[in-house]
């Protein structure tokens, strides 16, 4: 993963959306 300075907003929504399918998958389980 490269964070990029430009966007930052990008970033954070893909460690939100990495972070809530961590969730879904031990919620699941």
Do not use: S
């Amino acid at each position: 993963m490269e964070p990029t300075p430009e966007e930052p907003k990008d970033v954070i929504v893909l460690g939100a959306i990495k972070k809530g399918i961590k969730n879904l998958k031990r919620y699941k389980m």
